[in-house]
């Protein structure tokens, strides 16, 4: 059994064994997958405001993905910049299992002040052969010996290793190699569903076994592909069945259709409290320090403006129509319109909306909010007109501005 004094110091694994939650944050790498590029400032913003989004404990609750330093000059030194500039969080680079790619990580996280180095190599029988030309077994023995490489070389970095297409993967066999590489020294083994095919019962099902039987010092952590639209719901069940690393990425962003959204499974495990031992099985509190969901909207917005992926009106907790009032119904009981309070937990005020389904009550406040005082019979006028204006236009929102004019129009004809 390897010394518990080759993770010394290491903050994430420290958290896992406290029954705490890691998330691996991958916007700037799988989102790089996903056809969008961070630049240097971007990722260090990023990973600093996330970071805080724990006060002191960020580096126990973050690992950030910094970048792929082999891909080219240019990722090396931004994941240099990343690693060196931001203490919030547990810097991590990627890399492929090959001695090279290890060196080129090594030299671009040398010196990060909670530094991380995670590799990768196929898990399963058929991509082993695709890729490498080589076994499944042959590729966990690779696995092993880059580990011993990695480890003896790592300078201080904690050293990570992942297997891709791990559902698909020989179960006996990927159980050893979580056991052998544990017994190298490596920190934690990811298995990704880098397919994003299975169901939740089979997520929950694939990491009970594989904790229960791999060697108990072992640390493993999930990685879920969205192309089923299952990556949240499975990252939940990931966490039900006892891991405590689980990457995700700010609006999911990562290879075709994604991942589990950051901001969606922070605020799942964070926002009802008493709801935890209904969805992950445990009362236990998954944090040092509870996430500051009020900075949800604000990070988000980075990701977006950066990145150029448009935030939807439906998006879960940071898109257009969250807090929005656009029919009279939630005037009676906002309450029992809605499953958390957005003011409250995300900051996020209130708003009414003026769309083809507006009701004099919506109309009202929305000339209330701008300082119009409009009698009975001016707000059934504005209703219909806005109700009108919504088809002219070809567009549901009609702008506060238009309707301000219309307004201004109605009480000048009757003053």
Excluded at 104 to 113: C, D, E, K, L, S
Excluded at 281 to 308: F, H, I, K, Y
Aim: net charge negative; aromatic share 6%; with cysteine.
């Amino acid at each position: 059994m390897v010394n518990d004094s080759v993770w010394e110091g290491d903050a994430v694994r420290a958290s896992v064994k406290a029954g705490k939650l890691v998330v691996f944050e991958e916007s700037a790498r799988d989102g790089a997958q996903g056809k969008t590029l961070m630049d240097a400032e971007t990722r260090i913003a990023l990973a600093r405001a996330h970071g805080r989004m724990f006060g002191a404990d960020g580096h126990r609750h973050v690992m950030f993905a910094a970048g792929f330093p082999s891909a080219c000059r240019e990722e090396f030194e931004i994941t240099r910049r990343v690693a060196q500039e931001v203490e919030e969080i547990s810097a991590t680079c990627v890399c492929r299992g090959t001695p090279r790619d290890i060196d080129t990580a090594i030299a671009a996280m040398r010196g990060a002040p909670h530094g991380r180095l995670m590799y990768f190599l196929p898990g399963s029988e058929a991509v082993s052969q695709a890729l490498l030309k080589k076994s499944a077994k042959e590729s966990v023995d690779q696995a092993v010996e880059m580990a011993r490489y990695a480890v003896e070389r790592a300078d201080g970095l904690a050293i990570d290793m992942a297997f891709s297409h791990a559902p698909q993967a020989d179960r006996e066999l990927l159980i050893d190699a979580v056991s052998r590489l544990t017994e190298a020294g490596v920190a934690s083994v990811q298995l990704a569903d880098t397919v994003g095919g299975i169901l939740p019962h089979e997520a929950y099902e694939l990491y009970t076994d594989v904790t229960r039987r791999a060697d108990p010092q072992a640390v493993v952590m999930a990685h879920l592909h969205n192309d089923l639209g299952m990556a949240l719901a499975n990252t939940v069940q990931a966490v039900r069945a006892g891991i405590r690393i689980v990457a995700s990425s700010w609006l999911g962003l990562g290879e075709r259709s994604g991942m589990a959204c950051t901001e969606q499974l922070m605020f799942l495990l964070s926002y009802a409290p008493e709801r935890l031992p209904g969805l992950i099985g445990t009362s236990e509190s998954l944090w040092w320090t509870d996430p500051d969901l009020r900075r949800v909207p604000e990070l988000t917005r980075l990701v977006s403006e950066a990145t150029g992926t448009p935030l939807k009106v439906t998006d879960p907790l940071v898109g257009s129509g969250v807090g929005t009032i656009s029919t009279g119904t939630p005037f009676v009981d906002r309450s029992l319109f809605q499953p958390y309070d957005p003011t409250d937990l995300l900051g996020i005020e209130p708003t009414v909306v003026l769309t083809q389904l507006a009701s004099d009550r919506v109309v009202r406040a929305a000339a209330e909010n701008l300082n119009l005082d409009l009698d009975a019979d001016q707000v059934r006028a504005a209703t219909q007109w806005v109700k009108s204006e919504a088809f002219r236009q070809g567009d549901a929102v009609v702008a506060d501005e238009k309707f301000r004019l219309f307004a201004e129009g109605l009480l000048a004809r009757n003053s």
